[in-house]
Nanobody, 124 residues
Framework: QVQLVESGGGLVQAGGSLRLSCEASGRTFSNYAMGWFRQAPGKERDFVSSISWSGGNTAYGDSVKGRFTISRDNAKNTVYLQMNSLKPEDTAVYYC?????????????????WGQGTQVTVSS
């Protein structure tokens, strides 16, 4: 089992920045690729970003490319999502996820473990 706890969400004005963190516990963190997804009210849970076990490969959803950056610190069992130039449409609950594979993935069904989510609200 892997337990994931997100933090860093909050309320920010459009154009601002936030950094989300996801701390993992349980099995060996460095063996897992990690991802971030988000879900706005009444919408599907959408892919945001993913990072390979080594951190050498990353992937981003089209709507966040150039604004968000994913990274990880395997020594701290933590993955981060730096979010810049935030827009009101980025408002959602953001979820951290882990998959039992070292390779990035953009599909939520390929992830095995999920955190409880952290709310991000961007005001206009």
């Amino acid at each position: 089992q892997v337990q994931l706890v997100e933090s860093g969400g909050g309320l920010v004005q459009a154009g601002g920045s936030l950094r989300l963190s996801c701390e993992a516990s349980g099995r060996t963190f460095s063996n897992y690729a990690m991802g971030w997804f988000r879900q706005a009210p009444g919408k599907e849970r959408d892919f945001v970003s993913s990072i390979s076990w080594s951190g050498g490969n990353t992937a981003y959803g089209d709507s966040v490319k150039g604004r968000f950056t994913i990274s990880r610190d395997n020594a701290k069992n933590t993955v981060y999502l730096q979010m810049n130039s935030l827009k009101p449409e980025d408002t959602a609950v953001y979820y951290c996820a882990a998959r039992q594979s070292p390779v990035v993935a953009t599909t939520r069904y390929l992830y095995n473990y999920w955190g409880q989510g952290t709310q991000v609200t961007v005001s206009s």
